[in-house]
């Protein structure tokens, strides 16, 4: 049995130290149910339900895919329409859901109800004084997203190479590295860099279960670490895609001279387009969420040989390579220590 414990996996009671974050369109109980079976957290997207009631159909829905546990991401960012955030959260609550992934603004007008209710509390960060601003408000966990992330990875542009050790050096609270996972190789890095769990959002929409068109996972699988593109960075509300012809204009339109005018893009990136996309596959029809880590993606597997791919390398990475490097008389003195 592969096993690797830590604060994150005995917290959520799960087997192995991988949680799929929030991804509009892609987080339904398919997705969701096939990554709780495999022995990682999955995650339902509140968004994605066109209504709070909608929400709690798909909520029990996934209960009845899977017995163990799963969460549900409410984002809080801008969007076209208005959305009844405190509906969905007041469903959230009702519905008996013990994990909770909160994303964009400021998650501490939920706290209560939330914490009332039992619920862990995992906010997703892009920056460290946001992670220590949530830990202060009594978020359980960060989930700390690195600038290479899929979505929105805010505006300071800083890699998870910085942002995880430092995240280590000042939170108390547990942290999920987030942002450029996809192997056992970054599972074993997340780890060495203090993280308690890694989230993967690209890497689950490549799976078989993932509830979107083949083209487009085939599209990600040939893809490179270069096929990503940043858009809205004009508007302060930049968020990293996959580069299409979508994408191209989007930036074209923000580069011309003058504030950019969000009508002007409106029509090009509504979600409806993106549901569209993922539905009919048809890839230049609007735009899709990817990271950078797409060019670490060559494959669609189902989550189970995923998961348990990914555990199993980070294993061998931390037994074998890491102990391996260590000197003969340096691994007798700490094995000796560890017999003392
Ligand atoms: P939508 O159709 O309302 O909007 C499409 C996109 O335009 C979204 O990215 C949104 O943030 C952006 N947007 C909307 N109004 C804007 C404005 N006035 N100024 C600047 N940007 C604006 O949204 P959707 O695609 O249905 O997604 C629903 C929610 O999920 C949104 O909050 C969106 O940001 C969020 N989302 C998050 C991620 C992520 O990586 N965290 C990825 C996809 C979507």
């Not at 009631?53 to 996934?62: F, G, M, N, Q, V």
Request: glycine share 8%.
């Amino acid at each position: 049995d592969i096993l690797i414990k830590t604060r994150v996996t005995e917290q959520l009671g799960i087997e192995h130290p991988v949680i799929q974050g929030g991804m509009q369109w892609v987080g339904r109980a398919e997705l969701t149910s096939a990554v709780s079976n495999a022995g990682a957290l999955g995650i339902l997207t509140a968004l994605t339900q066109p209504s709070p009631e909608a929400l709690l159909k798909e909520i029990d829905r996934c209960r009845q895919m899977t017995d163990r546990p799963f969460g549900v991401n409410l984002t809080i960012l801008p969007t076209i329409k208005p959305v009844p955030y405190e509906e969905y959260m007041a469903v959230i609550v009702e519905s008996g859901i013990k994990i909770v992934e909160t994303a964009g603004r400021n998650p501490q007008p939920f706290l209560p109800a939330l914490k009332a209710a039992g619920i862990t509390v995992i906010h997703k960060c892009t920056s460290i004084r946001h992670s220590l601003k949530a830990e202060s408000i009594g978020c359980d966990m960060v989930s700390v997203d690195g600038f290479e992330c899929a979505g929105h990875p805010g505006e300071d542009d800083v890699t998870n190479l910085i942002l995880l050790p430092l995240a280590a050096r000042r939170l108390k609270i547990p942290f999920i590295a987030s942002g450029g996972f996809a192997d056992g190789r970054g599972l074993a890095a997340a780890l060495d860099m203090g993280a308690d769990a890694i989230n993967m959002g690209t890497r689950f929409m490549v799976t078989r279960e993932a509830p979107i068109h083949d083209k487009v996972k085939q599209a990600m699988v040939e893809a490179t670490e270069l096929d990503t593109a940043l858009i809205y960075r004009t508007l302060r509300n930049t968020a990293r895609v996959f580069k299409n012809s979508v994408a191209d204009k989007v930036v074209e339109i923000e580069s011309r001279d003058g504030p950019t005018n969000f009508d002007d893009i409106a029509p090009l990136v509504k979600g409806t387009r993106g549901r569209e996309l993922f539905e009919q596959g048809d890839l230049e029809h609007g735009i899709w969420s990817a990271g950078m880590v797409i060019g670490l993606i060559d494959d669609i597997p189902t989550c189970r040989e995923l998961v348990q791919r990914i555990v199993a390398d980070a294993e061998a990475i931390i037994a074998d390579r890491l102990s391996g490097l260590l000197t003969d008389s340096r691994r007798d003195t700490l094995e000796e220590r560890h017999a003392g």
